[in-house]
């Protein structure tokens, strides 16, 4: 019997919407960077009754009765993530990304407070300071950049910080194919006395396995989301180090308040719980080898691209995703291209590139990552393969022209999907990354 017969049975329209997801996400190659595919332990326990309970407060400080068991499983899920990621603090009940780094504002900062994070349009993320964000808003957000090379400008951070004089300083990024430069950052915040933030939730799976730096030594705090490349449930955590509570001994509590009863009510116990599974996964050997091949992955992707005649931001990758600079072709090229490998099978998200020339909904670039593919089970010899499918998709739409007003670009795009549809070199990547999307099946033994 399938494990969702009895919501085919009393709500078939949400079956049917449910069962169409997992059959696209089987086959079609994901590889948005941000996404992954939890393993079936932690899609179980997400989906327990642990879901069904309130637990306001922190373990053995709650604010409703019954929650013995709860304290167990978020004990269990704090003891795993300092260990995992060596600190002697986590906090595991922020939402997600955005509620944990705001939580972090919460816990250090008063509204008009200079903070500085890195400029979204090179990387960045919305809650580092981008405009368009309350944290853009609510405080005096200075942006540091990338360089010609793709590189995080670090002497212009450190003039910005010394200018500035920030309360906190991020370090971390959504779309940055380099590895992040926590030590150096760490001497400009230490310079300035600001706080050192490392959103590590796009490497945190790559930290985890040491391949990438641990910002433990230099950060006062990470934040993480669970979800991508840690491979866990929807979710995320905030950690203070060592450095952090040397600088501030009250460092855990602040951050402990801010999030429960600063900006959050009940934790979602579901997902703490899921969290504890996936960090348990993630301190596996098994897990170690799936990180590094997530590196190689991305790395045999690059080479591949390169040699193709495409353009990457920074020449390459030293982690999971790689960005693509369409601009040799033309400018705001990326929602072509991420429809077409769309139709090709090939799942990634238009992104914009450094000194973006576009904007951030008609951008210059697309973001790829091997995380997920990597999950099953995908390597060189496949990365060989889906190179050379995304480089023959990308010629497909080298020449198409973004007109300037959005009613042009309407039915530009409106033509253009239309031409999609009768293109012989994408009905060819279709078939064959359909192919391989058979060969390496996804949740093999679930039924639904
Ligand atoms: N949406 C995430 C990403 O795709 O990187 C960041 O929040």
Redo the contacts with the bound molecule.
Sequence with gaps: MGMLSTIKRDDPELYKAIKKELKRQRESLEM????NFASRNVLLVAGTVLANKYSEGYPGRRYYGGNGNIDAIENLAIERAKKLFNVPHANVQPY???PANFAVYVALCNPGDAIMGLNLTDGG???HGWKASVTGKFFRSISYHVKEDGSIDIDEARRLALENKPKLIWIGA??YPMALPFGEFANIADECGAYLVADI??VAGLVAAGVHESPAKYAHIITT?TH?TLRGPRGAMIMVTEKGLAKDPELADKIDRAVFPGLQGGPHDHTTAAIATALLEASSQEFKEYAKQIVKNAETLANILSNRGIKLVSDGTANHLLLIDLTTFGTGLGVFAQEALDSAGIVV?KNTIPKEPSSPFYPSGI?IGTPAITTRRMKEKEMEEIAQIIAEVIMQVKDCKLPADTEGKKEYIKKFRKRLRNNLVIKEARKKTAELCAKFPLYPDMKL
């Excluded at 948005?32 to 996404?35: L, M, Q, T, V």
Aim: charged share 15%; hydrophobic share 15%.
């Design positions: 948005i960077p941000s996404e997600s990304g955005s993320h919305l809650t959504t779309a939730s796009h989301t991508k998200n973001r």
